[in-house]
Structure formats: structure tokens, C-alpha cells
């Protein structure tokens, strides 16, 4: 079940300093899959590094990628993992496809950023 792989899935994302992550319900709408998951990085390395966790997470989870689009450019990188799809994007190309606003009518959930640990000066 989808909902049972987003909590790790979120979890590689912020390992990789990923930001801004929503999960967007895409099953009520007539397409393929039951749900997207968002999230920014700040350029295109960070964005094939927060790709590449997920995807390696995933695996390990036993979730087969069915198909990866934009790795090499790094502006918009799309994980098809057929009844979820993760899209890293920087945070020009989040804005311009704006796909909060698409699915503005879809229930979403957002995931607060993780903080940086203070550091503990001894």
C-alpha cells in the first residue's frame, strides 16, 4: 500500500536535506497513480542526491522504480514507482510547473523540514 512507503520515503528525502515535501492524494482522479510526492532541493546535485536515496530506500523496501525522467538535468526529477510518484524539483521549476495549484482540489499532507541539530559546544 502507498501509504505504508511515505513515511521512509520522506525520511530519504530529508536525509538528503530535501525540503517543502507534501504528499498530494491523487486517487480520486481518473489517472495511474494513487499519489504524488513533492519535494525541493536547493540545486541540481542536491536534487539527484535526494533522488538517488529514494530511489535506493524503495528498493530496499522491495518498490520497483518503473520508469526516471530528468536525472541529468536535475531541475525536475520525476520517480515513477507506478502507484506513486516522486518529483524533486529546485525551487524555480517547483514554481513555474506548480503542481499544488493543479491538484488544488486533491487532500494533501505536509511534512515540517527537518531543523538542523544544535550544535553542543563542550
Known amino acids: 500500500m502507498v501509504e505504508d512507503i511515505i513515511a521512509p520515503l520522506v525520511a530519504a528525502i530529508h536525509e538528503r536535506h530535501?525540503?517543502?515535501?507534501?504528499?498530494i492524494d491523487m486517487s480520486g482522479f481518473p489517472l495511474t497513480m494513487d499519489m504524488f510526492l513533492v519535494a525541493s532541493a536547493s540545486s541540481a546535485t542536491q536534487a539527484r542526491?535526494?533522488?538517488d536515496r529514494v530511489e535506493e530506500v524503495a528498493r530496499s523496501m522491495g518498490v520497483r522504480l518503473h520508469h526516471?525522467?530528468?536525472?541529468?538535468?536535475?531541475?525536475?526529477i520525476l520517480l515513477d514507482f507506478d502507484?506513486?510518484?516522486?518529483?524533486?524539483?529546485?525551487?524555480?521549476?517547483?514554481?513555474?510547473?506548480?503542481?499544488?495549484?493543479?491538484?488544488?482540489?486533491?487532500?494533501?499532507?505536509?511534512?515540517?523540514?527537518?531543523?538542523?541539530?544544535?550544535?553542543?559546544?563542550?
Open 18 to 23: 530535501g525540503y517543502r515535501v507534501r504528499a
Open 49 to 51: 542526491a535526494v533522488a
Open 68 to 76: 526516471k525522467e530528468g536525472f541529468e538535468d536535475g531541475n525536475w
Open 83 to 122: 502507484n506513486l510518484v516522486v518529483h524533486v524539483f529546485q525551487p524555480d521549476a517547483r514554481e513555474y510547473y506548480n503542481l499544488e495549484m493543479l491538484w488544488s482540489d486533491a487532500d494533501f499532507e505536509d511534512f515540517p523540514d527537518q531543523q538542523p541539530e544544535a550544535s553542543i559546544e563542550t
